[in-house]
């Protein structure tokens, strides 16, 4: 090789390096490239395959000088799989530049007289690699030339590692260019889930924001609440709030997910979901990922997203998408502290109210009463006017009446007993009788006033029959909150009792019970029998008993 011809080499190689390095934009690089090579070698035409190796098919990102054959159709031929160069290259057996005997494209454009072929029946290939990572291949051709010598395949390859290494460098600014959006998006995401202050709208609302956010067909929000629910679900632009339970161990990613209490993601299925997610209305898809919804290390549910398109969520990173899952659930646990704080504060101002009308109020129509009483009393021993007395009498009676309803007022804004909560309440309850309570708390959801005081009512009731019948000063209470259900349990492992055969009091008590619990529409279950644990249980669904309550205020 002469001096001028290989000093015209390291030109165009220093040439085609500082153009590969002018922009991160890889359609307009690999086109400038490839004529800018095609000019140095004297070539005819070339062109560039970019492919994935999980991927069928190729892109044709770009080319020059293309023969008529290979542009008819809008490219068809390029577009085809059909191709000996680019068969070697998935099977792994294409290293270094080669020469490729003959162009089957070129063949198949001649065998079916598509276009003139300009010539050119062979070609060049190189693959295109930067490292251990494959981005496909490069091919060049000229005219009546069925043979590359060592020289200009020497110069291809030198090209081709340049090229490599310019796409590598490509999609890396890419990938962190997408992940800057993301990060972006989940801000803005985060920012509109922290403005929502209704815990039950929360899981509806989120799935939407983070579908339309992020472009992702199907959201869908799992929680644990003994078994896996279904919480809310957005498809194609819709959300839909409602609880389907499944089991943990069908539930296909999001099982693993949330037993493994980490990210799942599957990439390339066949348009169909695993059994038990299809029955609760998750549509088909290929690709998915399972999100874990963790507090403390511990999972509460699952974030699921899929999606009708191959590998959708391959390439988004998995610190992003534990972000996701970490700060909605964060969202969760601080609009549950906010709505504890909110409840405390309600409750501290009807317990303010409560005293104040105690303190001044109940006082003054006391006395009030009191001072009539003693009036009517001088009047009738000293023989007043009976107009007089009367009229003593009809303000007694009406401060008698305020004073009952005073009470009433302040009982409802502050229940006795109820200060430090549902089941410290009925543990001090039950050792006010001698009794030894063990109490239990399952969930940390903030109950409706209304839920928690017919709780408390029916846990009094069911705390004095174990005192009165069941023969043991022992006594087992256990609550379980849930987002749907308020659950109340008493246990004694006393002598229990026929359930055909009760007392008249123990009759009349659980008629109590049972009917503050179908007040909230509710339900009691009592199971005894004679040397066996009684037990109590009443639930009452939280939703239908905040809209009772709601009536019930709109009718006051």
């Known amino acids: 090789m002469s001096r001028e011809i290989r000093s015209n080499e390291l030109t165009a190689l220093k040439e085609i390096a500082e153009m590969l390095n002018t922009s991160n934009e890889m359609d307009l690089i690999l086109n400038d490239v490839l004529v800018k090579l095609l000019d140095v070698t004297g070539f005819s035409t070339g062109w560039i395959f970019l492919l994935d190796d999980d991927t069928p098919g190729n892109e044709c990102a770009a080319s020059h000088n293309l023969p008529e054959a290979l542009t008819v159709g809008n490219y068809a031929l390029m577009c085809g799989e059909d191709c000996w160069c680019v068969e070697r290259y998935r099977e792994r057996q294409l290293h270094q530049a080669v020469n490729i005997i003959e162009c089957r494209r070129i063949n198949y454009a001649v065998a079916h007289q598509i276009g003139s072929t300009e010539g050119i029946s062979h070609h060049a290939t190189v693959p295109l690699t930067a490292g251990k990572d494959r981005f496909g291949l490069l091919n060049v051709a000229q005219a009546g030339k069925d043979h590359f010598n060592e020289e200009e395949l020497a110069l291809l390859q030198a090209v081709a590692f340049q090229i490599g290494t310019a796409i590598k460098r490509i999609r890396l600014y890419q990938a962190q260019e997408k992940n800057a959006m993301l990060y972006a998006k989940l801000g803005d995401v985060i920012q509109a889930l922290n403005a929502i202050q209704n815990g039950d709208q929360l899981p509806l609302q989120a799935v939407k924001l983070i579908g339309e956010a992020f472009n992702w067909p199907h959201v869908s929000f799992f929680i644990y609440e003994r078994g896996l629910s279904l919480r809310a679900h957005y498809t194609n632009g819709r959300t839909n709030k409602d609880w389907r339970s499944l089991e943990l161990h069908e539930a296909g990613p999001v099982s693993t997910a949330f037993h493994e209490n980490s990210l799942v993601i599957e990439s390339n299925g066949t348009l169909e979901s695993c059994h038990s997610l299809a029955a609760i209305g998750i549509p088909p898809y290929v690709s998915a990922a399972a999100i874990p919804l963790r507090i403390r290390n511990r999972t509460i549910g699952v974030l699921f997203v899929s999606s009708p398109s191959s590998q959708q969520f391959d390439e988004l990173h998995e610190d992003f998408m534990y972000s996701l899952g970490d700060h909605f659930t964060l969202s969760m646990e601080n609009l549950r502290v906010y709505e504890q704080r909110r409840e405390l504060a ?23 009463s009191f001072l009539a009483k ?27 009446e305020a004073l009952k309803e005073m009470r009433g007022l302040i009982w409802q804004l502050h229940p006795p007993g109820l200060e430090n909560g549902l089941l410290p309440a009925l543990k001090q309850y039950g050792q006010g009788m001698n009794l030894d309570v063990y109490a239990q708390v399952d969930g940390v959801k903030e109950l409706p006033r209304a839920v928690e005081e017919a709780l408390w009512r029916i846990g009094q ?92 205020e709109g009718l006051v």
């Open 346 to 368: 309600r409750m501290e101002e009807r317990n303010r109210m409560a005293r104040d009308l105690h303190d001044s109020v109940i006082q003054k129509v006391f006395s009030l």
């Open 374 to 400: 003693g009036a009517e009393t001088v009047l009738s021993g000293s023989g007043g006017a009976p107009v007089v007395k009367e009229s003593l009498q009809e303000i007694q009676q009406l401060a008698q």
């Open 461 to 552: 009731e069911a705390l004095n029959n174990v005192r009165k019948h069941a023969g043991t000063t022992e006594a087992y209470v256990r609550l379980v909150k849930t987002d749907l259900m308020a659950s109340l349990e008493i246990m004694d492992k006393g002598r229990g009792f026929s359930m055909e055969r009760k007392k008249p009091d123990l009759t009349m008590g659980m008629m109590s019970m049972r009917e503050r619990a179908e007040s909230l529409n509710g339900q009691l279950t009592i199971n005894s029998g004679k040397g066996k644990p009684t037990i109590v249980r009443a639930e009452i669904p939280i939703t239908a008993a905040e809209e009772i309550c709601s009536e019930n």
